[in-house]
């Protein structure tokens, strides 16, 4: 018998890849060895396969190794370049057999370490896909970072989301029509209601182009963006096409509607460009209509370009566009327009790009579309902005830190508070509270961690012991063994569900898991629990990645008029209306 491991705590397989490739020994040479481009493409580069490998390796095998040092076995960093993926999966299946056969490399290496792990047929052949999918990220990171620094967190939040006590009863109200023949058949991304003199209006919208107004839960097309501005573009996906959208406040009266969507690099001068090298993959436009008839159930009438901005690449562009639904007519907020502006991508390559108030990368803007007081003329800067008297920022820039603020909401149920969600890089997932002037830390912050351009951009690093007081943290973050990319959401402000009272609801876009914090517990300074919510449909419970039938579920929330709540999912355009919420022992309170 071999002997067995000495550390008490052995990981499940990683102990086993560790015996792969002593410090200074040559991988193997064989006519059938993969180059290192073909390496690359058999191993699994998908973010949720990425996801589950690093979950194992949390589980099993970060409290012993890691991709810095040799100590137990050989740095991981850059082993799936030096061996082949075949050799990888039959070693993490069954080392022993391995080091039995005679395989010189095994033998070597047991010889070294004089410890071997034992074989695992338990672990599934997806598993180690997924195992391997999430080294092979990780270790490329380290291996490519331009420094080294030690204490990277694999697992920055060890403590998971919490189990919640509440299932949410949901209802399908409807599917929206196919945008594309070949999956993903719909690009659905963001529900607004409007309350009008004759009733509520419902509008969702297609990244495709389409604006769709549901009227009796029947969708028609409001307005076709596509096909009124033809450089429009909708490739190459990553949120790109038709962003967002936002009626006025005062609509009913000006006809006015905001949008937001993607043209080709160089298509028009761009009001936000930048001198240096980098290169711009394409273009987001802010435009204004103006309809002739603000009851007519089609759009006809103008429209106006506002600003234009270069985008470093397709990711991570212009996100949510909306009105403050708490101002009131001749307040300061009344009609001013806020923008989440991603950082293109640029944070890690170019990080100079952004978390800079001169620029308008990886910020929130505010700006007064009547006004004209702007470098092009076309709309207004707030008096009231908070960096509007410093000469070397941007006037537009309200708040700034961010890389990739996916939704601004408000608490219409009392503290009024201000929600800015942040898709954080490959560690946290923030919510954040907004407030004027604020840094929100990216790209040397992500959530209450230290992020680093220029070292393993897959890790994060502690706090330093002497933390600039300048940055605002999130008010409620998780981490990536629970999710991959926060979905912003509500607070309920309906009346129907008094379970759901005094809670932001949001989830995890390609998870599909949906999550509430208190918003009594969301303050400066702190963070408040996370807990996740179960899904019933029908008297049956189920998950959103069920119900999608898809590997990916594409999550996102709507909110009506009312304060009540929607789930949607943007591949398949299913529509879903919260109509209860129960314990989870099946209860609910009485009335």
Partial sequence: ????????KPSIALLSLLLICQPGCAPRKTGEEQTDSQQRRAIFTDELSIQHGQELFNQYCAACHNFETAEIGPNLSGVTSEESKEWLVSFIQNAPHMIESGDHKAVRLF????QYMPAFPTLKPEDIEHLLA????????????????????????????LAGDLTLVLEKMLTLPASAEVPPLARINKLLAMETGQGERLFIH??????????????RTYLDVAQEIPPFIHLPGYGTGMGSFAFHPDFEHNGLLYTTHNESAGSAPADFAYDDPARVDLQWVLVEWKTADSRAGAFSGTR??????????????????????????????????????????AGITHP???????????????IDPAGSNSKNGRYGIPADNPFVQRPDALGEVWAYGFRNPHRITWDLTGSEKMFITNIGQHSIEEVNIGMPGADYGWPEREGTFVFDAEANTEVVYPLPRE???????????????????I???????????????????????????????????????????????????????TDLKSLAQNNRVDLRFGQDSKGDLFIFTKADGALWKVVDAKRSDGSTPAE
């Fill in 467 to 485: 933390d600039p007081e300048s940055f605002v943290y999130p008010v409620a973050q998780y981490d990536h063994d629970d999710g991959n990319a």
């Fill in 134 to 161: 999430f080294i092979h990220r990780f270790s490329e990171g380290q291996k490519k970072s331009r420094k080294y620094r030690p204490g990277a967190l694999l697992n920055p939040l060890p403590e998971r989301v």
């Fill in 1 to 8: 018998m071999f002997p067995m491991p000495r550390h008490p």
């Fill in 206 to 219: 297609d990244l495709r182009g389409r604006l769709y107004e549901i009227t009796n839960n029947i969708p």
């Fill in 487 to 541: 979905s912003g959401g509500f607070v309920y402000a309906g009346d129907d569900i008094p379970l759901l009272r005094d809670k932001y609801i949001f989830g995890d876009i390609p998870r599909g898991k949906v999550f509430y914090a208190k918003v009594s517990e969301m303050e400066k300074g702190r963070q408040a629990p996370v807990y996740e919510v179960g899904v019933e449909v029908a008297g049956r419970k």
């Fill in 352 to 366: 100079h790009l952004c978390h800079d108030t001169g620029r308008i990368w990886g910020t929130v803007v505010r």
């Fill in 304 to 345: 106006r370009e506002l600003l234009r901005a270069n985008m470093y690449s397709p990711v991570h562009g212009f996100q949510e566009l909306t009105f403050n639904p708490l101002a009131k007519p001749g307040g300061k907020d009344y009609g001013m327009l806020y923008l989440g502006v991603g950082d293109g991508g």
């Fill in 111 to 114: 010889n070294t370490y004089k």
